[in-house]
């Protein structure tokens, strides 16, 4: 992770997260010569889309979408231009074979849930027809089911958590094409009042931190800000956007100013207990932006724990938080994950396997 600052009299900053050495960082035992897993360089291969493409190249609406009254307009691309000049140069001179598109296969895993406290990571085999192999890290907890079901998975949770992420499937356009074109690509989405009736609020303290992932549907942030965190009975810190570079650290396309149509970013909501201190979350409004280079993998979020850890509020005595993703597609140590497809990019076949060898004294 870096924090990158463009002005020294400013206190304002970005974070940029390096996805894929973040999760090799977080599998690595450090145990000497056991074995532990890395993503795919593969995974990580973007090319910058071209910014001035030929009329006849690019996608026609049939229908103008109206644009919203009062929404701000793109971010300052002079202040985005600023932290990319300040990233190392990307050179990669090895050529990348692309992958076979295994996250695109079934995923028929049953109901079931799993732990793993062995010190090393753990391979699960899934007994489908394709003989999947899944990795289990270590300290890690998983529930393979699904979100709406969480009331009844109470009982087998923590009273509350410091961190939780929720990554919901929000309805939209690209999802709706998968599931015409071949119903198991994609995964079941949630109206905004299904969201607002989870029972997150029973899984928070006051010192609790909740980071949403949320798309660039206005619609989808106002029922998030105005409906969805009051029902969680939380209030509102933070929302910055996590903006997507290709691999010689450039945006992945265009800034666009009307806000209905495609961006290189996502959002992201930092929200509290409603009955937290008032103060609480102060430094994390010093975070302009997140920038990384995304997976190829469609919702492969970045990991958050490495950069919100600082902003975690233990308790007494606590040395390590206790952090629970929901909608959760792969795992992390620390982490309980729960979701339909929470080992779906745990997949055997997206990692390379390395030893450690043990260092001489």
């Given amino acids: 992770m870096l924090t990158l600052h463009t002005k020294t009299e400013n206190d304002r900053f970005a974070v940029y997260l390096d996805h894929r050495r973040l999760i090799n960082e977080a599998y690595s ?50 202040t985005i231009d600023g932290y990319l000049d300040l990233l190392p140069t990307r050179v990669d001179s090895e050529s990348i074979t692309p992958l076979s598109r295994c996250w695109e296969a079934p995923y028929i895993l049953p109901q079931l849930h ?38 009844a998975l109470l009982p087998q949770l923590l009273p509350s958590y410091d961190l939780i992420v929720v990554d919901p499937p929000w309805r939209n356009k690209y999802i709706r094409r998968l599931k015409r074109f071949k119903q198991e690509l994609g995964y079941s989405m949630l109206d905004n009042d299904q969201l607002a009736l989870l029972p997150l609020s029973k899984l928070t303290n006051t010192r609790t931190l909740v980071a949403i992932w949320c798309t660039n549907s206005i619609q989808h942030q106002t029922a998030l800000e105005t409906q969805i965190l009051p029902s969680w009975n939380l209030r509102l810190l933070h929302k910055l956007r996590w903006y997507k570079l290709s ?24 929200a509290c207990h409603a009955d937290g201190h008032e103060n609480y979350g102060t430094d994390i409004t010093k975070t302009e932006m997140i920038l990384s280079i995304p997976s190829i993998v469609h919702s492969h979020k970045p990991p958050l724990l490495p950069w919100l850890r600082q902003h975690i509020k233990l308790d007494l005595n606590q040395a390590e938080p206790n952090c629970l993703e929901l909608f959760a597609r792969y795992l992390q140590p620390q982490f309980t994950s729960i979701g339909l497809e929470v080992l779906k990019l745990m997949d055997e076949r997206l990692y390379e396997a390395r030893t450690e060898l043990s260092k001489s004294p």
Avoid: W
């Fill in 29 to 78: 035992t450090g145990d000497g010569a056991k074995s532990t897993y890395q993503l795919k360089a593969e995974l990580f291969q973007f090319q910058a889309k071209r910014a001035n493409q030929p009329i006849s190249e690019q996608k026609k609406s049939k229908k103008r979408k109206r644009i919203p009254d009062n929404i701000p307009g793109a971010s300052d691309s002079q």
């Fill in 114 to 151: 799993g732990a793993n406290q062995s010190g090393q990571v753990q391979r699960f085999p899934s007994g489908d027809e394709a003989n999947t192999i899944y990795l289990i890290p270590d300290r890690a907890r998983f529930y393979n089911h699904n979100v709406d079901h969480l009331p």
């Fill in 247 to 270: 691999t010689d650290h450039k945006l992945i396309g265009p800034l666009q100013s009307d806000p209905t149509q495609k961006q290189p970013y996502e959002m992201l909501y930092l």
